[in-house]
């Protein structure tokens, strides 16, 4: 199973994996800007740790199915290969509900999941559709892992004033802090967030600009020491140099009636 290369030209391009569609590289003048772990497994089974996972059709534990959904552990197949139009470099990925997917969530669907490589920036654009007859809910998330040089000096603005849910030490709380730095383990969901995030500290002390369409909610992730030696798809030593700042629709369930689509995603940006 090849990765499938999607390349504007010399200074951008991007990878996309067949498995879970997830987006394994991005680079930008020769430096890789998304983080995937050493020890990430690419059998067809696990979701790959790193670049960007797709989350459907639910965030976090599921009763019906594994944790963030099955689209991240799908075979998604190539809808259109890479060209370039316009400037920019495209490609397509779709997934359709199966026997496998409708005996854990009876639904009929279409998922595009579109990915754009532009001049130092990319766009990751998800197409929900319901092909079915009945309506159907559901939550979504791209789980964006960026990489930094130091994730303690890493900042991520938006964030003030929010509502957000601690899933380390189980709080909500409303977020006082015009710039979120990370000290410790955090799994922080987000609501409301504003449209654009500004992440610091990336490769050569660049900064990402995260716009966000359709996505209401943030989530900030690191598992730092303890939990990185915990995993075993993720290096003990590879904590400090990533951050995931995740786009979502995860707070509240969407819900899309029949032969309706659900547009989103995201437009991420480099600078200096």
């Given at each position: 199973?090849s990765?499938?290369?999607?390349?504007?030209?010399?200074q951008?391009?991007?990878?996309?994996?067949?498995?879970?569609?997830?987006?394994?590289s991005?680079?930008v003048?020769?430096?890789e800007l998304?983080?995937?772990?050493k020890?990430?497994?690419?059998?067809?089974k696990?979701?790959i740790?790193?670049?960007?996972?797709?989350?459907?059709?639910?965030?976090?534990?599921?009763?019906?199915?594994?944790?963030?959904?099955?689209a991240?552990?799908?075979?998604?197949?190539?809808?259109?290969?890479?060209?370039?139009?316009s400037?920019?470099?495209?490609?397509a990925f779709?997934?359709?509900?199966?026997?496998?997917?409708?005996?854990?969530?009876?639904?009929?669907?279409?998922?595009?999941?579109?990915?754009?490589?532009?001049?130092?920036?990319?766009?990751?654009?998800?197409?929900?559709?319901?092909?079915?007859?009945t309506?159907?809910?559901?939550?979504?998330?791209?789980?964006?892992?960026?990489?930094?040089e130091?994730?303690?000096?890493?900042?991520?603005?938006?964030l003030?004033?929010?509502?957000?849910?601690?899933k380390?030490?189980?709080?909500?709380?409303?977020?006082?802090?015009?710039?979120?730095?990370?000290?410790?383990?955090?799994?922080?969901?987000?609501?409301?967030?504003?449209?654009?995030?500004?992440?610091?500290?990336?490769?050569?002390?660049?900064t990402?600009?995260?716009?966000k369409?359709?996505?209401?909610?943030?989530?900030?992730?690191?598992?730092?020491?303890?939990?990185?030696?915990?995993?075993?798809?993720f290096g003990?030593?590879?904590?400090?140099?990533m951050?995931?700042?995740?786009?979502?629709?995860v707070?509240?369930?969407?819900?899309?009636?029949?032969?309706?689509?659900y547009?989103?995603?995201?437009?991420i940006?480099?600078?200096?």
């Amino acid at each position: 199973m090849s990765t499938v290369r999607i390349v504007r030209d010399a200074q951008n391009e991007a990878q996309v994996h067949p498995h879970g569609a997830t987006l394994t590289s991005w680079k930008v003048d020769n430096q890789e800007l998304s983080f995937v772990s050493k020890n990430a497994v690419y059998d067809g089974k696990k979701a790959i740790r790193g670049g960007i996972p797709i989350v459907f059709p639910n965030f976090g534990p599921w009763d019906l199915g594994p944790q963030h959904g099955f689209a991240r552990t799908s075979l998604w197949k190539v809808a259109k290969e890479p060209t370039v139009e316009s400037g920019s470099a495209v490609a397509a990925f779709e997934l359709e509900d199966s026997e496998q997917t409708r005996a854990m969530w009876n639904n009929r669907f279409k998922l595009t999941y579109t990915v754009i490589v532009g001049d130092h920036q990319m766009e990751t654009n998800l197409d929900i559709k319901n092909t079915g007859d009945t309506s159907f809910d559901f939550t979504t998330l791209l789980h964006t892992y960026f990489r930094v040089e130091d994730v303690t000096k890493t900042t991520v603005d938006g964030l003030k004033g929010c509502k957000v849910f601690d899933k380390v030490h189980k709080e909500t709380r409303t977020e006082d802090r015009d710039l979120v730095k990370i000290s410790s383990e955090t799994d922080a969901v987000y609501e409301t967030t504003s449209q654009v995030h500004h992440i610091t500290g990336g490769p050569n002390g660049k900064t990402f600009t995260v716009t966000k369409k359709n996505l209401p909610d943030t989530v900030v992730w690191n598992p730092w020491a303890e939990k990185a030696k915990a995993m075993s798809d993720f290096g003990d030593d590879e904590y400090p140099y990533m951050i995931c700042v995740e786009a979502g629709h995860v707070a509240s369930r969407c819900k899309l009636d029949p032969q309706q689509t659900y547009s989103c995603g995201q437009t991420i940006s480099i600078k200096d």
